[in-house]
């Protein structure tokens, strides 16, 4: 056991970036930030080929903490359904024929429900196109698509852009409509708001909502309102299109956390977070692995990964907590323990509720920060926990929202939250090393366009080390695969041979 803690911060959405007017973390009043910067640091990749992500493709949470914890670059979803679609794979895939098949037989209606953006995070609009291309080549006819509109990964109202692309991909393969659209805000929740899911599920199942008479003039309609992309209320376009009994429906979003509720309220028998009409389907095929709760047919079943961070510590007997806030716990437990749902011996697990009183972060930039901050400090003064390894939210879900001054605001926060794990840990004679998952609030205004920016970006992100004589380090730069056998050099594990990170300490 070791005599002094090891802490490892996720700073979610903090990239690096130069100092301009869309930059909130340099524009910040963030002497802690400042001073860790003047001490040395890495930059680090945390996009593309450098976390298993197509080229070019921004990174994200879960990406980022599967790396983060596996210590090697991990094939994405996403890249593994790019290549079966490039090999041909997808076609044949039998979970796909098999409900193709049953479409056939009931003489049903598939619906292919998902987050039509190429913002690369949730979804690709392009694995769409293919599932589409499939079923016509299995001669299914009644197809039908409900749309979720992103303008978070994406720009703030780029969906036209996507809605044209999909009806030429229609007509191109003579096949299916539009039946309704929905901004990911309510399809797409994942802090239980399911006054919000319940909106786009009794669009989708009930035809109930707003009224358009073509997914343009929806989008039109709900611009008129006020609304981006993402908040576009659920709106109806093909009441023959909605989700009955027998029926197939195909969820084609990668990415698992924000496509698990609605699933539940599709799938689950016992359902009860609100009224709603079960539909007996035929089939509810998901793309790949949303939970181990849902026994679901799977297109793309999860990776395996063994001697993750969380397995390591465990191995040699230390103790460690992994600490986040609601909407960011799954990625500190499940995604950074390489898609395990279950702790490993000696973990313990602390879930900080996000706050509900606001619809929207930047009304509350400080989130659950505070509440984090006082746990692991409680978990430093008591030296219960030899590892530990926290998630701050703040920098990327107010980000999120687009309110510069509202993110300024949480980087600061943020800055006096560090600023007093630092004071604590080196009480503790102990080791802090501070990194992110990905960019976000470094760039919120678009370098080429000057539009406001509230996606994720490519930009480096750093790895701070605070060793216990705080001295000035120095570091190589390198990927998020990194972090880990860096730490582990540090603490004095033995690196397994499937890590094949790289130890960025000179």
């Not at 640091?41 to 990174?59: N, R």
């Not at 961070?309 to 716990?329: C, D, F, N, P, R």
Request: net charge positive; with cysteine.
């Amino acid at each position: 056991m070791p005599k002094t803690p090891y802490i490892l911060v996720v700073l979610d959405g903090f990239g690096i970036a130069p100092k301009s007017k869309g930059n909130a973390i340099q524009l910040a009043t963030a002497p802690t930030f400042r001073k860790l910067e003047s001490l040395g640091y890495s930059q680090l990749q945390a996009s593309g080929l450098e976390v298993g992500l197509p080229k070019g493709i921004m990174g994200n949470s879960e990406v980022g903490h599967t790396n983060l914890g596996a210590g090697r670059i991990v094939d994405q979803d996403s890249v593994r359904i790019q290549k079966a679609i490039e090999t041909g794979a997808l076609f044949k895939n039998p979970i796909l024929q098999t409900a193709f098949k049953k479409v056939k037989k009931e003489n049903s209606k598939l619906h292919f429900i998902g987050l039509l953006s190429d913002g690369g995070v949730h979804s690709f609009n392009t694995h769409l196109y293919t599932l589409l291309k499939a079923a016509t080549e299995n001669e299914i006819q009644n197809i039908f698509i409900h749309a979720f509109l992103d303008g978070r990964d994406t720009p703030p109202k780029s969906s036209p852009k996507y809605i044209e692309e999909l009806e030429k991909k229609l007509k191109e393969l003579n096949c299916g409509k539009i039946a309704t659209l929905s901004g990911r805000f309510y399809a797409m929740d994942r802090d239980t708001r399911w006054e919000r899911i319940e909106k786009a599920y009794i669009a989708m199942t009930k035809a109930q909502g707003q009224k358009a008479n073509s997914a343009k003039a929806a989008i039109h309609a709900a611009f008129e309102r006020g609304e981006t992309d993402e908040f576009v209320v659920p709106t109806v376009i093909h009441s023959e299109g909605v989700i009955q009994d027998k029926d197939i429906v195909i969820f084609f979003n990668f990415r698992p956390d924000r496509a698990r509720q609605l699933t539940r309220a599709f799938t689950e028998d016992s359902f009860q977070e609100f009224q709603r009409k079960k539909i007996n389907l035929s089939e509810f095929v998901i793309m790949t692995h949303y939970d181990r709760k849902l026994k679901l047919p799977v297109l793309f079943p999860p990776q395996t990964l063994s001697n993750v961070m969380g397995e390591i510590v465990s191995k040699a007997g230390w103790t460690q907590l992994h600490i986040g806030e609601t909407e960011k716990y799954a990625h500190v437990t499940y995604f950074f323990n390489g898609g395990r749902e279950a702790p490993f011996q000696g973990e313990e697990r602390i879930l900080i509720p996000s706050t509900r009183a606001v619809p929207t972060y930047d009304l509350k930039p400080e989130m659950s920060a505070h509440e984090i901050t006082k746990n692991v400090i409680d978990h430093l003064k008591k030296g219960v926990s030899d590892f530990m390894i926290l998630n701050f939210a703040n920098a990327d879900m107010v980000g999120h929202t687009g309110n510069f001054k509202a993110t300024v605001q949480a980087v600061e926060i943020l800055d006096r939250c560090i600023e007093k794990i630092i004071k604590d840990t080196q009480n503790k004679k102990g080791h802090l090393w501070i990194t992110a998952d990905h960019g976000n609030a470094e760039q919120m205004i678009h370098p080429k366009t000057g539009d406001l920016h509230t996606a994720h970006t490519t930009n480096p992100v750093p790895l701070y080390y605070v060793s216990p004589n705080a001295k000035k380090q120095s570091y190589k730069n390198g990927i998020l695969a990194d972090v880990m056998p860096t730490l582990l050099k540090v603490m004095g594990l033995a690196i397994p041979k499937e890590v094949t990170g790289k130890n960025l300490l000179a």
